[in-house]
């Protein structure tokens, strides 16, 4: 069985929207002041030891725009590894290495868990990951917390009566002040 490993970017206050410039959010793009070859590294790391990318619609469609312009080893490995996506709208799923997971989300990615034996990477995908975490399927979480408050946004955490408890099992502090934190889903 594989594990879910959920990734992400977050700031200070929680928020996860537009890290990498994507429109329509005030502060897109809030990533790119803190990203050096540090922080790719770890980065880039995580892909390599992937079996899978797991995405939902509005970030594959954001991946599959960018990712397949780049060149080098990091977008090498990202635009060749699979990629399975949670979409209503499979047959826009086009990008190499890419299938589209159909019916329901949780029940789709239980059985892709079940028959994968490599880690599978979520990033981004904010919606996904939090139904994913709601349904008990997450292993992992690793985010890389940016040192900068928000105020507005989407978070990856939203309001909820149900307490998640998390493991820290290891962090990182970069020179800018940037934190890597690698916590397992207790439970």
């Given amino acids: 069985m594989a594990d879910l490993i959920v990734t992400e970017f977050v700031s200070l206050d929680g928020v996860m929207e537009a890290p990498g410039g994507e429109p329509g959010y005030a502060h897109t793009g809030w990533v790119h002041p803190y990203m050096g070859e540090e922080q790719i590294e770890p980065k ?48 826009q799923v086009t990008w190499e290495s890419s299938i589209a997971l159909e019916g329901d989300a949780i029940e789709a990615v239980r059985e892709l868990k079940e028959s994968e034996s490599e880690p599978l990477l979520l990033a981004g995908s904010r919606t996904l990951a939090q139904s994913l975490l709601a349904a008990d399927l997450v292993d992992e979480l690793r985010l890389m917390v940016i040192p900068v408050v928000l105020g507005s946004g989407d978070r990856l955490f939203p309001d909820s009566d149900r307490k998640l408890e998390l493991r820290l099992t290891d962090s990182r502090r970069f020179e800018n002040g940037v934190l890597l934190n690698t916590y397992r889903v207790a439970g």
């Fill in 44 to 91: 880039f790391a995580e892909v390599q030891a992937a079996g899978s990318h797991l995405l939902g619609r509005v970030t594959y469609e954001s991946f599959a725009g960018a990712w397949p312009e780049r060149e080098g080893p990091f977008a090498e490995r990202i635009n060749s590894m699979p990629k399975f996506v949670v979409t209503g709208s499979p047959e």
